[in-house]
Structure formats: structure tokens, C-alpha cells
């Protein structure tokens, strides 16, 4: 399918861009002169402009296509990556992230929207996993070899090369991408931004998946693309190479979880058992984390090993939201879910930097830093799968 062609490679460097920081936290915090706080603000602001965006780029699909809207938005991201590669403090390093986020804003939506629009509906989400799973492999790259490349040539240089890529990837989607015909709303007149964001929120269900939308990935990518490395140095001394390893193995089980999601989904034809108790899943080894990760540097690696398969059901959640999305309102709808997504995950970034800060400057070491972040994780986790289990399985006919 050409939607493989012209966005995977955009996708990868997207996930490659929402998950890179951990392993390269300390070079960067060192050459920006930026603490924990300036840190986890880094991450956030690529989620903060990616989610902010949604709404214009839902709009944008809707009325102009993926193809104008992919292209305007990744140029903007390609500067935003040259600009990080030479940042020179927190300023120009937030703002780098932010051009970055915006870039990568359109992305999945486009893919979405595109199988959305061409697929058989039962098709979605098994698409939608597969299209995560191969574009989750940003996740390896961001992982041990960047660790090992930034260990041997800098991070700068690294990241220059990051840039590059993506780059050709927009020239790559700007060639390929081909609008589908436009949808009409059952009156016949096109609904602008906000009349359509308002026909949204009317969506009842919607509200019900709104905990869950903003935490499970929030979580999950906090874990991953931030704390994991500082994680197994600062309890457990691992080196930059060694806690890039315990970044891959979580990296790698979150591509076999969105596979492993993506087909018992199309076995059970089912969506939401599946979230619901993996949800509580992660939240149990969350748990466990935080009462015996400091114990065992292996109890450790596996359990955020665990936590990526167990942990990783954004696809089949938008799955779910999609169901209750009228054709005309597709692009929008789907942006709007995915603002939830990526809103929660700059929330969890910021927040997260904040807590451990905050801790640390209390006087408390960073096994019960971490632990205390953990059970919160475990705790928000709870709280949103208990609202989910009200959520209708499929629209009322």
C-alpha cells in the first residue's frame, strides 16, 4: 500500500523524536546547562506543539488533504531538527523541540486518514498496528545505536544526521502522498474547525475514553522517552551504552506489542477487553517497579520491558475512538483523539520533570524518587481503566 511508502520513514523519525532524549540526557543536560526540570520541559515541548496542532492539521486533512498538509508541516519540522543539532541552551533547545513537534504533528493522522478512507473498515486496526509496529522501530534507533553513536562521534553530530533523514523523508512524502476524494457532511455543507469540533465533542462515549486517551500513552511514552536511561544509571550505575540496552529492550517489545495487540484484535475482532486489561496490566508492573526495581538491576530491565509490550494499545484505543466518527468528520475526529494522546504525554513529560525535581530538592534519593513516580503511574493508570470499563464497545445503531 503506497500509505507504507510515503509515510513509514516519516513515522520512524517521529517516534525516533518522541523517545530519543533519555539516551542522550546526560550529554545534552551537560552542553545546555539544564537540570531535571529544564529537561523533562525539552520533552514537552515537542508534545505540547505536536498536540496543539491537531486541530488545525484535523481541519487541514478534512478540507485540504494529507498531501499539503504533511509536506507544509514536516518543512517546519526539518528546521526544527538542524536547529537542535546546534542548540546552545535551554531556549533555542525547547524551541528546536517545538518546530519539531510541529513537524511531526500530521503524520500518523495522515496514515490514519488515509486507511481511514481507502481500507475496508475491518481492516483499520490491524493496519493501524502494523503501520505502529514498523514505524515503532524509531524507538531501536533511539535507543542502544544512538547511545553508541553519541558515545563515539557526539551527540550533535548524531543528531545532525537525524535531521537529514528527516529531510529527505519530507521530499519522500511530498512525492508520494495522493489525496482521496473529499467527503461531504449529510447536509451537503462542509463544517468548519469549530462547528466541526463541536459536533465532536458531542460524541458521548468520547468523554468516557478521554481518561484513558490522556494517560495510557502519556505513561508510557514518559517512561520510555525520558527516564528510563536516568532510571537504570542513577539506581543501578549503568553506563550511557548499558542504559541505551535497557531502552532498546523496552523499545523492542513495544513493536512486538502493537503487532501482538494488532492481531489478537483481528482474531477476537474485539477492542476494548484487550485496552482495558492491558491498562490494568501496566499498571501492575508499574506497581511492581516501584516496590522492587531498585532490588534487582534484571527485575528492572524486564519489568519496562514488560510495561512496553503490555503497555503499548494506542493503536487499538484509536481503533475504538474511530468506530464513533462520522465519515465527513473523520480527519478532525481522529486529531482530536490523538490531541488527548499526545496533550497527556507533554503533561506526563513536564509533570514528570517537575515531581522528580521536586523530590530530589526535598532530600529524597532517587531509588524513593523514582518509586514515588512509579506508584503515581500505577495510580493514574487504575483510575482511567475503571472510567474506560463505562465506555460502549461499539456506536448504538
Request: hydrophobic share 60%; charged share 10%.
Amino acid at each position: 500500500m503506497i500509505v507504507f511508502f510515503a509515510l513509514l520513514p516519516a513515522y520512524f523519525l517521529s517516534i525516533f523524536y518522541r523517545s530519543f532524549l533519555s539516551v542522550i540526557a546526560q550529554p545534552v543536560m551537560s552542553d545546555l546547562a539544564i537540570g531535571a526540570g529544564e529537561f523533562g520541559l525539552l520533552g514537552a515541548a515537542w508534545f505540547t506543539t505536536f498536540a496543539i496542532a491537531q486541530f488545525p492539521i484535523g481541519w487541514a486533512l478534512d478540507r485540504l488533504g494529507p498531501r499539503r498538509t504533511v509536506t507544509a508541516a514536516m518543512a517546519v519540522g526539518s528546521a526544527g531538527a538542524f536547529l537542535f543539532a546546534q542548540a546552545t541552551g535551554a531556549v533555542s533547545g525547547t524551541l528546536a523541540m517545538a518546530l519539531i513537534g510541529i513537524g511531526c504533528a500530521p503524520i500518523f493522522m495522515a496514515s490514519l486518514f488515509l486507511f481511514a478512507r481507502t481500507a475496508e473498515p475491518g481492516r483499520f486496526a490491524f493496519l493501524t498496528s502494523v503501520f505502529i509496529g514498523l514505524g515503532s522501530l524509531g524507538n531501536l534507533v533511539g535507543a542502544a545505536p544512538l547511545a553508541i553513536a553519541a558515545a563515539r562521534f557526539g551527540w550533535r553530530p548524531s543528531m545532525l544526521v537525524m535531521a537529514g533523514c528527516f529531510l529527505l523523508a519530507t521530499a519522500l512524502a511530498a512525492l508520494l502522498i495522493r489525496d482521496p476524494a473529499r467527503a461531504e457532511s449529510a447536509s451537503g455543507k462542509a463544517e468548519g474547525l469549530l462547528t466541526g469540533l463541536a459536533s465532536i465533542l458531542k460524541l458521548r462515549p468520547l468523554w468516557l475514553l478521554a481518561p484513558i486517551t490522556l494517560t495510557a500513552y502519556a505513561i508510557l511514552a514518559t517512561a520510555r522517552g525520558l527516564w528510563v536511561g536516568p532510571y537504570m544509571a542513577s539506581i543501578h550505575g549503568f553506563d550511557a551504552v548499558s542504559a541505551g540496552n535497557a531502552a532498546t529492550a523496552m523499545a523492542v517489545t513495544m513493536v512486538a506489542g502493537a503487532f501482538i495487540y494488532g492481531g489478537l484484535e483481528k482474531a477476537l475482532g474485539r477492542v476494548k477487553p484487550l485496552v482495558f486489561w492491558g491498562t490494568l496490566g501496566t499498571a501492575g508492573c508499574f506497581a511492581l517497579l516501584a516496590a522492587f526495581g531498585a532490588g534487582s538491576s534484571l527485575l528492572a530491565v524486564a519489568l519496562f520491558a514488560l510495561i512496553g509490550a503490555v503497555g503499548f494499545t494506542y493503536a487499538i484505543l484509536m481503533a475504538h475512538a474511530r468506530l464513533f466518527f462520522p465519515a465527513h468528520l473523520l480527519g478532525r475526529g481522529m486529531t482530536a483523539v490523538n490531541f488527548l494522546f499526545i496533550a497527556g504525554a507533554a503533561l506526563a513529560q513536564s509533570g514528570s520533570g517537575w515531581f522528580i525535581a521536586s523530590q530530589r530538592a526535598a532530600g529524597l534519593d532517587a531509588a524513593t524518587t523514582f518509586a514515588h513516580l512509579h506508584w503515581a503511574f500505577a495510580g493514574l493508570l487504575l483510575a482511567s481503566a475503571a472510567i474506560y470499563a463505562f465506555t460502549p464497545e461499539r456506536p448504538k445503531v
